[in-house]
């Protein structure tokens, strides 16, 4: 599903160059669950937005289902982007003027909205979110906020989620049911990979890397899922 071979990405600062990753290279197979690990200003959003399409390494590939994605051009890579990932993070980017279902459409054609419909609303029902479907941002908890990006993140039925710190502004209980919502989503047949610092997500990991100081420290085989 994911191959990433020897990316390296720095970032320019005014005291100098700033290492994001460096040489990583690693293969994450269809139907894993895993989890990238490492302290803060380690790489790990660098390597995640990288595998994404959105972040080009200096050097290296990124393979995603077989797709060489920066060989692709821009609009291209958007497409892909559109068509087989979703996107999780830790500040939840709704919408604040659209209602819970408009936030999970949006982006989306006239006719994908039409064609995914009742897929949508299946993921409203299945998120605990259905009384909720026509509030607006303000008026959800923390918990609600991110439901609704993680149904958003799945609406157009992508093959591979990435979730960045998805749990990072929840409490205990609602950081669990993000991730059992994302392990049901690879038990029917996606492809998550979850960056955080903490271990919240351990108990749903098929796969754990680490990150330290742009490296990866460790590369273990897959667990049983």
Avoid: W
Wanted: proline fraction near 5%.
């Amino acid at each position: 599903m994911v191959t990433c071979s020897h990316l390296t990405r720095n970032f320019t600062t005014r005291p100098g160059s700033v290492a994001g990753i460096l040489d990583v290279s690693l293969e994450i197979p269809a139907g894993e669950f895993a989890v990238l690990q490492g302290p803060s200003g380690c790489g790990k959003s660098t390597l995640l937005l990288s595998i994404g399409g959105m972040l080009r390494p200096e050097s290296g590939s990124v393979s995603v289902a077989g797709t060489d994605i920066y060989s692709l051009s821009a609009a291209q890579r958007a497409d892909f982007r559109a068509s087989r990932l979703g996107f999780v993070f830790q500040l939840f980017h709704l919408v604040p003027y659209l209602t819970v279902r408009e936030n999970i459409l949006a982006g989306m054609s006239t006719s994908q909205a039409r064609t995914l419909a009742a897929h949508v609303d299946s993921l409203i029902h299945d998120l605990g979110l259905s009384d909720r479907r026509n509030a607006h941002p303000s008026t959800l908890s923390a918990g609600e906020r991110q439901r609704v990006a993680l149904a958003r993140a799945m609406a157009r039925k992508p093959t591979l989620i990435l979730a960045d710190e998805p749990t990072g502004n929840l409490d205990p209980a609602n950081a669990h049911l993000v991730f059992q919502h994302l392990d049901r989503f690879r038990r029917d047949g996606g492809t998550v990979l979850v960056v955080t610092h903490g271990n919240d997500a351990a108990p749903f990991a098929t796969r754990t890397l680490r990150l330290e100081s742009g490296r990866l420290a460790q590369n273990p085989a897959p667990l049983s899922a």
